[in-house]
């Protein structure tokens, strides 16, 4: 089906019709669209983000994540993050220079075996099975500076960079940063992007039991054109070589932070994109991505973190709240979404901080493991919505209550409509595409 004919919508038991016409709304150049783990560990990796989590499988067949998450037999995940150094989900807290205090100079800065026995692997081990090759992007996350250089000398519990931007310990960190990438580099991988801090307002809230650090809207923008930026583009990691995301923490504040930095030319300049996360998610603060995106329209938009604490087995409506999150995000502006851990144990691990669920529960015990539902959820997306998909406009003549549509068209020409349903009724629906007809029926739920 093409993007330039309208399609008329007849749905069933509500009396309505839907007439759809697509207009492309065009995303500006980047990760137009990828669904990732958690998704792929969102990746997030370390369970999603548990790139790093080869251990949860003991030792039985290491390859079916790799096969499961990137290859064209599974969800085709094709955008990750990797954390940078420890996250809550590491088994231990550890940054790449740690018990080094005052060595400005990074020189005992160094990749841990977490990194050569699992991040890198596992992000080879993707890129071979992947269908997309070289459009699989990875884009790494801080959870905190080594304690030496905060205010409080721990990795945990909040706590800011000492001094201010532009002293010596900002610009220490933004080397730290270099480093990282050069050393994947070295290691035959290429990041695609950074954010700046995973959930930067950790900084004032001494609760945070694992790995955390903070900055302020202000601080990330001073940090950015005094620091961060300059130092990047020397070594060259400018804009067209790395994309670097601001915020990285809440919907109800990502606006904020757009403002008080994209509106900033000497910080925009350093900047593509916004990463936000899923917890404080509410009707309420969903256009809050409208604000972000009208203060740039040329930076995207992107959700980088998404789970739920509870590792649980088997419970559908973990799948038809990010189903629905999802649809919501991509239809205000978001780019892309990334769910955090792609595979855990039993008991919601390996993690020294805390627990959470993922699509794939692991039972090295049993030699087994277990997709839960919202690992085929994630499937409706990121199985058909491929990389530089430009989503559509859904016209509606009336809006049906509680059905969620969404609808993209493939680079090859293809049209995607992905319609979610999590009322108590079964719905009747026709697309009507000039002479062609296809009728199905959503089940409830």
Known sequence: ????????????????????????????????????????????????????????????????????????????????????????????????????????ELKYWNLTADDHNYKIPYMKAALQVSPYKNKVKFFGSPWSAPAWMKNNSQLNHGGYLIGEPGGAYYKTYANYFVKFLDAYKQNDLNIWGITIQNEPGAGSHPDYSFNSMGFTP???????????????EAAGYGRDKLDVMICDDQRNKVHLWADTILKDKDA????SGTAFHFYSNKPE????????????????????????????????????????????????????????????NLTGGPDWSGSAGAPIIVNATGQEYYKNPDF??????????????????????????????????????????????????EIDFTINESTNRLTHVIKAH
Do not use: C
């Open 218 to 232: 202000e601080l990330q923008r001073d940090f950015l054109k005094k620091d961060l930026g300059p130092i990047l």
């Open 285 to 344: 603060n969903v256009g809050n991505l409208d604000k972000t995106h009208e203060i740039d329209p040329n930076r995207y938009i992107l959700n980088t973190e998404a789970s739920h604490n509870v590792p649980t087995l088997g419970f559908w409506p973990f799948l038809e709240d990010f189903s629905k999150d999802i649809i919501i995000d991509l239809n205000h502006w978001t780019n892309g979404w990334v769910h955090w851990n792609m595979a855990l």
């Open 376 to 425: 085929y959820g994630m499937a409706h997306f990121s199985k058909f919505v491929s990389p530089d998909s430009v989503r559509l406009e859904l016209r509606e003549d009336k809006p049906v209550d509680k059905v969620l549509t969404i609808a993209f068209e493939r680079p090859d020409g293809g049209v995607v409509v992905i319609i979610l349903n999590p009322s108590n009724d």
């Open 1 to 104: 089906m093409t993007s330039s004919e309208a399609w008329s919508w007849e749905l069933g038991g509500f009396g309505n019709t839907l007439v759809a016409q697509f207009n492309p709304v065009r995303f500006i150049p980047g990760p137009v669209f990828a669904v990732i783990d958690g998704v792929t560990g969102y990746s997030e990796e370390e369970a999603e983000n548990a790139l790093s989590r080869y251990e949860i499988f003991g030792d039985f067949n290491r390859t079916l994540p790799e096969t499961d998450y990137f290859s064209d037999r599974g969800l085709e995940y094709n955008l990750n993050r990797v954390p940078i150094g420890g996250s809550d989900f590491s088994t231990h807290p550890y940054s790449y220079d740690d018990d080094h205090k005052g060595d400005f």
């Open 268 to 271: 925009a300049k350093y900047v």
